[in-house]
């Protein structure tokens, strides 16, 4: 399967509305809305939703009840509501578009819309449905198209896989250590960060992000009165600064994810990184008289900045799905002591790492990089879980991470690669 995302022109105008967003209950049995496709109860005293589409209405009911239903399964995060800015979606079925050529057209005889140019970068069958989403003022559409190429799951992988002898997966496997300094060191020697100019670039996106946000803070207007046009290009600008960002991280994520999927190794030991809990915020510390003591948020907020910066969840997602193309496993490895241990002889200790950079082992002299050393001792420590049957016996775990997009289900259906 594949994921077609296609760029749009003249779609100012274009302009869809998702479903109504009731709360919901984690308990199937006494949910406390029922996850159906019926819509119509919520339509009863909401003007606009009655100048919405049925159709819109009940793919937009038909998606929550999807998201309902995913994380039930913890297959997804819980569904939480559409906010009034950022990036928004809407699915759209076929009895409301049609294709000719390059010409997408949208709406119906009672609700006509108009038509966008389509500029596909591959051939593709007229779809089921497509989704129409909106990031700023930039439109896209995108919808998932079957190329007849087989894919391996995971767990298939992992049920035919064989664990050969150790020099073997010595010599086709790897380790790759996340970092902040160094967003990938791969055992082999590789590392993967951005570059001088991506650094710039990145910086100057990020500096005007903070001053746009500076504008609309001073252009927001407080009360019923409706906020100003000069707030508004403000916001515009803002969302513009910030797909910049996203499109860096997003393009160095994919050429990194690439090289790492057509190496030479037919295993990818990643470790296994709690990025929620890293970057959560330090809680606060009350004193005596009611006040609160320091607790080194400050320096907490510019490392959980920093480890975000980097998208290090992110690059394991394009790698998993692009390593399953190629037939090639991804396995997780526990972090604990990876950075404290010898990758020679194994002795852990606190003080062997000198600094951020370097490694030497206060029992045998070993010296190196700390991330290259970090991520010797991933490769090593997934192979020792490799050869003992701890992921064949551990798959449920396995199948619970998502491998990608490039098989989404009939509710993801979204932009990518």
Request: with cysteine.
């Amino acid at each position: 399967m594949e994921t077609h995302a296609l760029r749009l022109s003249g779609t100012k105008n274009l302009h869809f509305a998702n479903a109504p967003f009731p709360r919901f209950s984690a308990n199937e049995e006494t949910p406390l809305i029922d996850f159906s496709q019926d819509y119509s109860k919520y339509t009863k005293d909401v003007d606009f939703l009655k100048a919405i589409p049925s159709q819109i209405l009940r793919n937009g009911a038909y998606r929550f009840m999807c998201a309902i239903k995913r994380w039930n399964k913890k297959l997804a995060k819980q569904p939480s509501r559409k906010k009034s800015f950022g990036k928004k979606s809407v699915l759209v079925t076929s009895e409301l578009f049609s294709i000719n050529g390059n010409v997408m057209h949208f709406g119906n005889k009672k609700y006509p819309v108009g038509y966008v140019a389509i500029n596909a970068h591959n051939s593709f069958e007229k779809p089921k449905m497509v989704c129409v989403s909106v990031d700023g003022n930039r439109w896209f559409v995108s919808f998932c198209n079957d190329d007849g190429l087989a894919c391996s799951t995971h767990e298939e992988l992992l049920d035919s896989h064989v664990p050969p002898e150790e020099d073997y997966l010595l010599t086709h496997s790897v380790g790759i250590d996340r970092g902040v300094k160094i967003n990938a060191c791969v055992s082999n020697g590789t590392i993967f960060v951005y570059s001088i100019e991506e650094q710039r670039t990145l910086k100057a996106a990020q500096d005007k992000k903070k001053k746009y946000q500076k504008q609309m803070s001073r252009r927001f207007v407080v009360g019923p009165k409706p906020q100003s046009n000069k707030y508004f290009q403000a916001k515009a600008s803002k969302q513009k600064a910030e797909r910049k960002i996203r499109n860096i991280r997003a393009n160095f994520n994919h050429k990194s994810s690439y090289a790492l999927a057509n190496s030479e190794a037919e295993i990818i030991f990643v470790e296994d990184l709690k990025l929620a809990n890293m970057t959560k915020a330090p809680k606060p510390k009350p004193g005596e008289n009611g006040e609160y003591l320091p607790n080194g948020a400050k320096a907490k907020a510019g490392l959980n900045k920093a480890i975000l910066n980097n998208g290090l969840g992110q690059l394991i997602q394009f790698t998993r799905y692009k390593a399953l193309k190629n037939q090639k496993l991804v396995l997780g490895v526990p972090a604990q002591y990876t950075s404290q241990k010898c990758s020679q002889c194994g002795h852990i200790e606190k003080g062997n790492r000198t600094s951020q950079s370097d490694f030497t082992c206060l029992k045998c002299g070993f010296t190196d990089n700390a991330d290259l050393n970090a991520s010797k001792n991933i490769r090593n420590d997934g192979i020792k879980l490799l050869r003992s049957g701890h992921y064949h016996s551990n798959k449920k775990v396995q199948k619970k991470a998502r491998v990608g997009r490039c098989v989404p289900c009939r509710s993801e259906v979204q932009s990518g690669r």
